[in-house]
């Protein structure tokens, strides 16, 4: 089973609302990443989680939050957002320094901000 | 700093045409280099991982090679389907589980 699992599929929330996203993998991968992708532009890496620590936060603004609470489990927790976040948000997961770390990747969460 | 790049950005192509899709990169100091592609809207699917010490990878209908010294990978597909529109995206891994996409290809086969 090479499933990476995203909830919500979409969300739309206001600049002032609270909101999380949830990203579940099986596979027994101890990195986790967010990526945010704009429409017609490649993905850029947000967040790095090892052995369930953050080893990379690529100077992401502090409305977004990640939590990796178990070696599964990987949130993203929004706060205050501006329209200019609305975006597809991945998910992915792999080995850790295996030499074959392929990330397999979530279908995504496409959020708007309003 | 690494950039990545592909071309063409767009390829229209008939059923049963072989094509080769291009990925350059800029720093040839890469620990892997990963093929995806992507249906619109929807997540990543991964094609293919080559090593930095492999020079070539098959599945199927795809092939792919990588040149480190000079910077360059490509996706070769044989034999295409309409199913295998889509947007392809390589993906370069700079070391510490950075990976560092390219501009992407879109890619319609025509039946």
């Known amino acids: 089973d090479t499933e990476v699992t995203q909830t919500p599929k979409h969300l739309v929330m206001g600049m002032t609302n609270k909101k999380s996203l949830k990203c579940e993998q099986h596979m027994g991968h101890r990195a986790m990443y967010w990526y945010k992708q704009k429409a017609k532009k490649p993905p850029e890496l947000m967040f790095v989680?090892?052995?369930?620590?953050?080893?990379i936060n690529e100077s992401v603004p502090s409305r977004f939050s990640p939590e990796c609470p178990n070696s599964s489990l990987l949130n993203l927790h929004l706060h205050a957002l501006q329209p200019e976040d609305s975006a597809l948000y991945l998910c992915?997961?792999?080995?850790?320094?295996?030499?074959?770390?392929?990330?397999?990747f979530g279908p995504g969460t496409r959020l708007t901000v309003l | 700093k690494q950039e990545v790049t592909q071309i063409p950005a767009a390829l229209s192509v008939p059923e049963g045409e072989n094509l080769v899709l291009n990925c350059s990169f800029t720093?040839?100091?890469?620990?892997?280099l990963q093929w995806f592609r992507q249906d619109p809207g929807k997540g990543l699917t991964s094609l293919l991982l080559?090593?930095?010490?492999?020079r070539e990878q098959t599945s199927g209908r795809l092939n792919a090679s990588l040149d480190k010294s000079s910077g360059r990978s490509t996706l070769y597909i044989a034999a295409s389907q309409p199913g295998d529109s889509a947007t392809y995206l390589c993906a370069v891994n700079t070391g510490f589980q950075k990976l560092v996409f390219g501009t992407g290809t879109r890619l319609l086969v025509s039946p």
């Open positions: 080559i090593q930095s010490s492999q």
């Open positions: 989680y090892s052995y369930e620590k953050l080893s």
């Open positions: 992915a997961s792999s080995q850790v320094g295996s030499g074959t770390d392929t990330q397999y």
């Open positions: 720093d040839s100091a890469i620990y892997n």
